[in-house]
């Protein structure tokens, strides 16, 4: 009854647990939802300002200089005062932060500029198609956006006619480039976590501080939307893209998802320009910061649940959680003998594992010889049945030495465990490099690789012992062998080199190369990169048999593909050897 009332307290603990979690965490969220519109909200603020403050400076030149009397009088036809009127406008330029100011006649020629001395000066060009020139030549103050000719840079553009008369004579147009918004948002507190957007009255962005965003579009533009922005030309040759975004709502906020990343929205119009401030703030890891919350939440009724425990526990008197000696030291006298037993377990698994690697050993180094015993025997079958008897008597010549170099083998077993009885002799490397490419011949065969014979000098001696530096090339190319079983080109080649009385033979496949992880295992025990056959033992055995012959055994990769394993021996007799 205890025990089930006991289990009934912990589920109705876990449960309360649950529930504090999901409030903790949709409070929470909602809670930074609602601080992340907040701020999008005083962002949008904050550049609508700025912009609208800019604009309207930016709108109050060319005004200002249609009252000017001597450019009314420049723009009537009145060229004495040409050179001024250029310097004048070149000085209002700078003076403003504007990009360009320029004067059109009533043919919409440009007759004066801030860049006369430029090399790229407006003076010659003709801007009658551009809507702010015909907009403000009826009558209209224009504020205009569109890519400059010349420039390609996005600009504002803000023109006025000059009247002399009451006739419009001329334009006056200043340009302002758009970038100089996007570069001095970076002096205003809306950069971090946030990206802002302008979008015209078409739906496309003028400027933003995602250069991706640049001229591109939120949202689908049909034909005949496409056809009358080119009309338009202004944006001259470029064609809007569509920007991917998805738009929902979640606790009655709505959220945007652009290119993976969430965000709230905060939307607010220009005064002085026909567009849309837009301001996203980054929500993408609001869920993610709630972990915190969770965690002091979590830790917060943990430590409420242990204090009440341990009040409820001294108030009905359950204090007696503390063993008696006598079990405390039972307990240690049977931990004792788990562990002594344990240790005898890893003594005998020890031993097994070293009879294995032995037994594992023996079965490498003869299974060679023995599968080469095999395809000569067949041979033998069908020269005996060919009567064949001189082929014949060569194949079990063959077979012959083979089964003395398996007594051998087994014979000098006891070579490896004692790499000290080892006796070194002269050896022609050429005749060794032979008789393993013999024994190996039906792997490569089976293999279909193809074998550069090695040109070697007969006179090049190497110290070895002859029989066990057979059977590591032997083991070396049977895996360079199968190392390119699934290779295209299949190329097994020999280089050797002498230098300071040692001779270095390389043996080169091209097969797929030795994993990056691999190289400081191949040549540990047991370890193998063959999925279906073999114990990892081949390598581990080759280097103690060369490392016997006071060389070495190194592999590595080659720059071309494929692998290469090199062996180092002495050329002459070492001083240590007897």
Not at 88 to 110: E, H, N, R, W
Not at 140 to 149: D, I, Q, S, T
Not at 233 to 249: C, D, F, G, N
Request: proline residues 2%; charged residues 20%; hydrophobic residues 45%.
């Amino acid at each position: 009854m205890f025990s089930f009332s006991k289990k009934i307290i912990t589920i109705c603990l876990l449960l309360v647990l649950v529930l504090i979690i999901v409030v903790t965490f949709w409070i929470g969220r909602a809670h930074d939802l609602k601080k992340a519109t907040v701020q999008a909200q005083l962002q949008v603020t904050q550049l609508n300002d700025y912009i609208d403050t800019e604009l309207a400076r930016f709108s109050a030149i060319p005004q200002l200089l249609t009252y000017n009397q001597l450019m009314i009088e420049f723009a009537n036809g009145d060229q004495d005062h040409y050179s001024a009127i250029n310097n004048y406008l070149a000085d209002i330029q700078q003076a403003s932060g504007a990009s360009d100011i320029f004067v059109l006649d009533a043919q919409g020629a440009v007759t004066a500029s801030s860049n006369w001395q430029a090399d790229y000066t407006f003076l010659g060009s003709n801007f009658a198609f551009r809507p702010y020139f015909k907009r403000a030549f009826a009558g209209e103050k224009v504020a205009y956006f569109a890519l400059g000719m010349r420039s390609k840079e996005r600009g504002i553009y803000f023109s006025q006619a000059v009247y002399h008369d009451n006739k419009a004579v001329g334009v006056v147009v200043l340009k302002v480039n758009v970038s100089k918004f996007e570069n001095d948002r970076e002096l205003l507190n809306t950069s971090k976590g946030s990206h802002f957007y302008l979008e015209l009255s078409d739906k496309v962005i003028a400027m933003s501080d995602m250069q991706t965003w640049r001229l591109n579009s939120f949202s689908e533009f049909d034909i005949a939307k496409r056809r009358n922005i080119k009309l338009r030309r202004a944006y001259l040759e470029h064609q809007p893209v569509y920007i991917e975004q998805s738009q929902y709502k979640s606790q009655g906020i709505s959220h945007f998802k652009i290119n993976k990343n969430l965000y709230v929205s905060a939307t607010k119009p220009l005064r002085y320009f026909s567009a849309q401030m837009h301001v996203l703030v980054d929500i993408t890891k609001v869920n993610a910061a709630q972990l915190m919350r969770l965690f002091w939440a979590f830790s917060i009724y943990v430590l409420v649940i242990i204090v009440g425990y341990s009040l409820l526990a001294r108030f009905a008197g359950y204090k007696k959680l503390v063993y008696s000696r006598h079990s405390l030291e039972q307990k240690v006298i049977e931990r004792t003998q788990e562990l002594e037993k344990t240790q005898v377990a890893l003594v005998q698994s020890a031993k097994l594992a070293t009879i294995g690697q032995l037994s594992a050993g023996i079965n490498h180094e003869i299974n060679q010889p023995l599968s080469a015993i095999n395809t000569y025997l067949a041979s033998a079958k069908r020269l005996l049945a060919k009567q064949n008897y001189t082929a014949l008597a060569e194949s079990i010549a063959v077979v012959e030495g083979l089964v003395e170099r398996v007594h051998k083998i087994v014979g000098q077993l006891k070579h490896f465990s004692k790499p000290s009885q080892t006796q070194l002799r002269p050896y022609p490397l050429a005749g060794l490099l032979n008789n393993a490419l013999m024994i190996a011949s039906s792997q490569l065969k089976q293999d279909n690789v193809h074998v550069e014979q090695p040109n070697l000098d007969s006179g090049l001696i190497v110290w070895v012992d002859s029989l066990k530096f057979e059977q590591v090339l032997v083991n070396l190319i049977t895996n360079a062998s199968q190392a390119m079983s699934g290779a295209i080109i299949r190329k097994l080649s020999f280089n050797v080199e002498c230098f300071d009385n040692r001779v270095k033979l390389s043996i080169l496949d091209t097969g797929s190369g030795i994993e990056q992880h691999a190289f400081g295992n191949i040549f540990e025990p047991f370890y193998s990169t063959k999925e279906s056959k073999g114990l990892g033992l081949g390598l581990s055995i080759s280097r103690q048999i060369i490392d016997s012959f006071n060389g070495s055994l190194s592999a590595h990769n080659r720059l071309q593909g494929g692998a290469e394993f090199i062996i180092s021996l002495s050329g002459t007799q070492d001083k240590t050897d007897d």
